[in-house]
């Protein structure tokens, strides 16, 4: 499996996939599903939580756990189909309604031509499906350098920021 | 007219870049067909029933003659001399190649013109009042906050991959030249008691399996707060619009099943929780986009009507034009024309590149070098001084573009139907041109009066049927076309849908279908009376004996 960062990067996989609590025996970077993380959440203190990751798919609500939600190390949202937008809107409420700022990460059937409007809508990592080249995804994430929306991510200059600079030299 | 500036213009051409690219990686197989799909539709480019179709966007109608030529330019070199103006104040070529389309898309680049969001699950082409900027009953210039919104909308990280398409209109004019309550949100711009700007805002409208006549969720939004309030609405849509079933995935549809009140405190909620400095447009922006709108000082001319009116007492059928063809200005002395596409027994909304050029060409000697499409298929030029008018008749004459006959019974709406679409059920062209030849008579048309036919090939509307003083609907019954007959609609200034009169036709039968409909009203209406007047006083029976009786 192939991780890569929104600069494109490969990431070291340090997290493991567990689903279930019961089928380990150190809770230490796992990615548990929603319904697992549930019925263990309360038990978990802040800092095992921060070791902990979980799995959204786009039928779990997340305000389930809402005043967990920031301490948990890692989220990753499933894409059941590349044309089903919804994680996008999640991944932007889960930063801004929970001041979530772990590894936001995009998993599932996801297209290359996808990832820079990943990164810009929150997440941080992107796992890359097997059937794509993981240079097809560099190339996405640099495709463009300007958009005209703001968001959460820094991948580009904003439209509004470069018009307001432009106004400013030539004023000078 | 709105110019790129150089930013624009680079994010347009990484645009370019990343589509010759998707389309190279297709052709060596890299995509499946069903990966590239949405890539591709997502750039207007549809698979269709003999080759692929090319839609491309005209932000909100509005075009300069520069961009006509291009246009025309794009007809000739990639496609067979010919492009359809639509629904959407787009224009579609029927006969592209998908292996040069990256090139076309590059010629289309260098005049600020391209494809993006002309189809896919996305936010569409805005559209708005074709008279913007011209019409003397406007609050405020439709094309600026429609601008805003385009640019608000283009590559959108979040709301590219909706649960279906969505679409915009935008109106600043107290009559609705826009049909915007038939979109996924209208927008009609009002000033408030203070005279602050803002704005109406209508939410799931449309036509299609289930039209619905937008209701209005907000009755002032001001202006600063657009962007803030659309965020809102598109997220809720975003993240609860139904994604189970094509049919049931339009907004209309979320609005309806929790109800108007339900949903708008959810967008209310929603809004509340946006930083609205993420979604602040400065008033230099404003200004600027504004600015670039602004046409030279008119002088008003309150003589030129008189002088007009000599000139047109020598000839008739320049008053017949005149009278249906002109609009008025918001300068004295001016006027907004209509350029007919739908000449007798034509194709509504095809022109020709020639015809595109010598348009072009007229647009720079009449019109400011200014181009509008409107969305019942005609083309208008916005600032025409009435000096020019008879001039600009003759030429038009020329060009066989100056059929006396908007918004009378051959200004007729069609979709492609069946001819082009591989969606449609049935042909609509053909049905619109035997109507077109059936009620050539223009002195007959003038005493009909006002009236709207609109022609649909399948359920999903594009040719407005719903919303057709007189709609078509062309369905499949067992390997046939067959043609069911709706009345009362209305599209243009209100808004309703029409009702199914009966069983439905074959190809003749609606044909004669409508001419009955048509005399009918001739006999049963009162002096002055309208079509849409006639039968809201009536109701369908006088319609129906007339249609149904014989059989």
Redesign the interface.
Same mark, same amino acid.
């Given at each position: 499996m192939t991780v890569i960062n929104i600069r494109g990067e490969n990431v070291d996989q340090t997290w493991r996939d567990v689903e279930v609590a019961e089928k380990t025996r150190s809770l230490d970077s796992v990615i548990l599903s929603f319904a697992s993380l549930k019925e263990h959440i309360e038990t978990l203190d802040q800092k095992s939580l921060s070791r902990i990751g979980v799995r959204l798919t786009v039928n779990d609500e997340i305000g389930e756990i809402a005043d967990h939600a920031r301490h948990i190390g890692l989220i990753d949202l499933v894409f059941p189909n590349?044309?089903?937008?919804?994680p996008?809107?999640?991944a #932007?409420?889960v930063r =801004?309604?929970y001041g979530f700022s772990g590894d936001l990460r995009a998993s599932g059937d996801i297209?290359p031509?996808?990832a820079?409007?990943?990164a810009?809508?929150g997440f941080s990592t992107i796992v890359v499906p097997v059937q794509f080249p993981v240079k097809?995804f560099k190339?996405s994430l640099g495709?463009?350098?300007?958009?005209?929306?703001?968001?959460v991510d820094s991948n580009v200059s904003q #439209?509004?920021d470069? =018009?307001?600079s432009?106004?400013e030299v030539v004023a000078e | 007219m709105y110019v790129y500036d150089t930013i624009d213009k680079s994010l347009l051409n990484q645009r370019v870049a990343e589509f010759r690219d998707q389309v190279r990686r297709r052709l060596d197989g890299e995509l499946t067909e069903d990966q590239f799909k949405p890539l591709r539709l997502m750039n207007g480019l549809y698979l269709q029933l003999h080759a692929y179709m090319l839609r491309v966007a005209i932000p909100y109608g509005a075009l300069s003659s520069d961009q006509m030529r291009k246009l025309a330019y794009i007809a000739e070199t990639y496609d067979r001399g010919y492009g359809h103006f639509t629904t959407r104040q787009n224009i579609q070529y029927n006969w592209i190649e998908l292996s040069t389309a990256p090139d076309l898309l590059f010629d289309l680049s260098e005049i600020d013109l391209h494809a993006i969001q002309t189809s896919g699950n996305c936010i569409r082409n805005v559209t708005a009042d074709p008279y913007a900027g011209a019409a003397a009953d406007e609050v405020d210039d439709a094309r600026v906050w429609s601008e805003i919104i385009r640019q608000w909308s283009t590559f959108h990280p979040e709301f590219s991959y909706l649960p279906r398409k969505f679409k915009f209109a935008v109106t600043g004019a107290d009559a609705d030249r826009a049909a915007i309550k038939f979109h996924d949100i209208g927008l009609k711009i009002i000033r408030s008691d203070t005279g602050e700007l803002g704005f109406e805002v209508y939410v799931g409208g449309g036509q299609g399996r289930t039209p619905i006549v937008a209701p209005l969720i907000n009755s002032f939004l001001p202006a600063k707060d657009l962007l803030r309030y659309l965020d809102a609405v598109l997220r809720i849509y975003n993240l609860h619009g139904r994604r189970d079933n094509i049919y049931k995935a339009r907004i209309k549809i979320l609005v309806k099943s929790l109800g108007v009140d339900s949903f708008t405190s959810q967008v209310d909620a929603e809004f509340e929780r946006l930083d609205p400095a993420l979604f602040v447009v400065e008033a230099d922006e404003i200004n600027r986009i504004r600015d670039m709108f602004s046409v030279p000082y008119l002088q008003a001319d309150e003589d030129v009507k008189a002088r007009l009116e000599e000139r047109i007492e020598e000839s008739p059928q320049m008053r017949r034009w005149s009278d249906s063809n002109t609009h008025a200005h918001k300068t004295p002395g001016y006027a907004i024309v209509t350029i007919s596409l739908k000449p007798i027994g034509g194709i509504p909304g095809d022109a020709t590149a020639e015809q595109m050029y010598a348009i072009a060409d007229l647009a720079d000697r009449f019109s400011l070098g200014e181009v509008r499409v409107t969305y019942t298929q005609n083309l208008v030029l916005p600032h025409v001084h009435q000096a020019d008018l008879f001039v600009l008749w003759s030429e038009l004459k020329r060009l066989d573009l100056a059929t006396p006959n908007i918004g009378l019974a051959t200004d007729i709406i069609a979709c492609p139907g069946l001819d082009y679409c591989s969606l449609a059920n049935a042909r609509s062209i053909p049905i619109s041109q035997r109507i077109s030849e059936r009620f050539s008579d223009l002195e007959s048309q003038h005493d009909i009066g006002p009236l709207d036919i609109r022609i649909s090939g399948c359920i999903n509307a594009c040719g407005h049927h719903h919303a057709g003083h007189i709609g078509i609907l062309g369905v499949d019954k067992r390997g046939e076309e067959r043609y069911q007959l709706t009345l009362g609609g209305q599209g243009n200034g209100e808004s309703a849908v029409g009702k199914i009169v009966g069983p439905g036709f074959d190809e003749d039968g609606i044909v004669d279908a409508v001419e009955t409909v048509i005399s009918t009203y001739l006999s049963v209406r009162s002096t002055g009376e309208l079509f849409s007047q006639t039968l809201e006083r009536t109701g369908h029976a006088p319609f129906k004996e007339r249609l149904y009786d014989s059989n």
């Open positions: 590349f044309k089903d937008g919804r996008f809107s999640t #932007v409420t =801004r309604d297209l031509d996808q820079l409007f990943l810009r809508c097809q190339t495709a463009y350098t300007i958009a005209y929306q703001a968001a #439209v509004r470069l =018009r307001r432009a106004v | -």
